[in-house]
Structures are given as C-alpha cells and as structure tokens.
C-alpha cells in the first residue's frame, strides 16, 4: 500500500480520516477482516496516532469497525435491520423466529409493564429471556413479560425451568389469537445486566423496542428488546420479523 497523505480541510482531521478510512473500508476490507496496526495506518495516512484512534473511535461508535482485545480492529458485519412496522402477526417463538429463548422466571414486573399488562404490579408474570446474534456475536436481547392469564394450561410439571421452560411458555401463548401489535422505539443507554448480555460497557448507547401484543382485546404479552445502537438500524414498512439487511457496498468480496 502507498502512503496517503490528508490535504487541508476545513473540517477536524480526525474527521476527514473517517472519511477516508471508510472509503477504504468498502474497497479493500472484507468483513471480519484485520486492519493493520495503528502504526501501520498512521504512516499510510500520514497522521498522527492520535488523530487515527479519533477516527477509528468514530467508526467503532458507527458500527463499522470492532475492537477487540486480543485480536485488533476488525471490519464490522452489516447492522441487524430492526423492522417496526405495523402490519406483522405472529407471536413471539412462531416458526422463522430468530431469536433463541435462555431461561424463564416467574415475578413481578416492572411498574410501567404491569400497567400495560393491566395486572397487579406486585403480581407475578413469567419473565422469557431470549437473545439474538449474528455473525456469532450477540446484538440483542429481549425480556418478555407474559401474565398467567394469558398461558392458562401451563404445566409447570412438563418444563420447569430454564430455556425449556420458556420454550413452553411461547408455545402455549400461541393458543391465543393474535389480533395485533405495536411498537415504539427509543434511544436509550445499556444497563448493567443489557451490557453483559450484549458484550458492551455500561452506558452504551441502545435501541430499545418496546412492543405490546393484544388478544382478547386486551395486552396479553409486552416485549421490551434492547438492541446494539453499533450493530442496529431501523427498518420501516410491514415486511415483518427481524432480518439481516447487507449494504451492497460492505458485501465481502
């Protein structure tokens, strides 16, 4: 590789490095690549180190890189599209999902959820914690909020704990007719237990999609999934379920 060197711009240059950089990126890195050293790409650049890290944050904060310790900077696999249209009819668990259910726990929701649920807020509901990766890393996870009305024949005897727990609990809350659902989404930070599930420090920065599930003509399930602000983009119209969108641009050659 030849040495670049930045001409000068009016913007900071750790800026215009971005910009570089990621022109690079789409045209000489394929996905899970190793970019070389910072040493490396200084000197190709012809920037300080400092100014490379800035740039290099920056794309890390964009989801276009992954720093791992032990490995290096790596190009980062295309965002998880988040669809939130309106128009989607299946419960959670329905054949295509792809999420993967982890445990299930019976207690009292948090306020807000009780509220939504119409139950007691010191009543118990199950709790389905389920995850979801891609490219083998996790990029979201979900708390699923299910009242025992909703999942009247449970046995507790067939499935009574852990992932085969909650695998019952899907299963017997698709006996209820789904007669629709709604979404809203928020920016919000990673809390303690968000972070560790989704390999993320305390504080980074989510999408979280909440989503009310109604039959019976009333909400019989809530959903609140935390996703990775990096790894995630928003996708609108009725296509249903979440899908793996590729940015031509980013397809590995």
């Known amino acids: 590789m030849g040495t670049t060197q930045l001409e000068s711009v009016p913007e900071p240059k750790y800026w215009h490095l971005k910009t570089v950089l990621t022109e690079a990126l789409d045209s000489e890195f394929s996905v899970g690549e190793i970019l070389p050293n910072e040493r490396d790409l200084a000197a190709r650049f012809g920037v300080a180190r400092a100014t490379l890290r800035q740039a290099l944050e920056q794309l890390e904060l964009e989801g276009r890189l992954q720093r791992r310790r032990g490995v290096g900077t790596t190009v980062a696999p295309p965002r998880v599209g988040v669809a939130v249209g309106t128009e989607q009819h299946a419960w959670p668990g329905a054949p295509g999902d792809a999420w993967q259910a982890a445990d299930c726990t019976v207690a009292a929701p948090p306020a807000a959820v009780a509220d939504a649920l119409e139950t007691g807020r010191d009543e118990p509901v199950h709790i389905v914690r389920r995850t979801r990766t891609t490219h083998g890393q996790p990029v979201a996870a979900e708390l699923l909020y299910i009242p025992e009305s909703s999942v009247p024949d449970l046995s507790a005897i067939d499935a009574p704990s852990g992932p085969a727990r909650a695998r019952a609990v899907l299963r017997e809350l698709q ?58 983009r928003l996708t609108f119209g009725d296509s249903g379920g979440v899908e793996i969108h590729e940015d031509p641009q980013r397809r590995a050659s």
């Open 175 to 232: 006996h209820l007719e789904l007669e629709g659902q709604d979404r809203a989404v928020e920016l919000g930070s990673a809390r303690a237990d968000d972070a560790k599930e989704l390999d993320r420090l305390p504080g980074a920065p989510v999408l979280v999609v909440t989503t009310r599930f109604h039959a019976a003509g009333r909400t019989a399930a809530v959903s609140v999934a935390t996703y990775r602000a990096d790894t995630c």
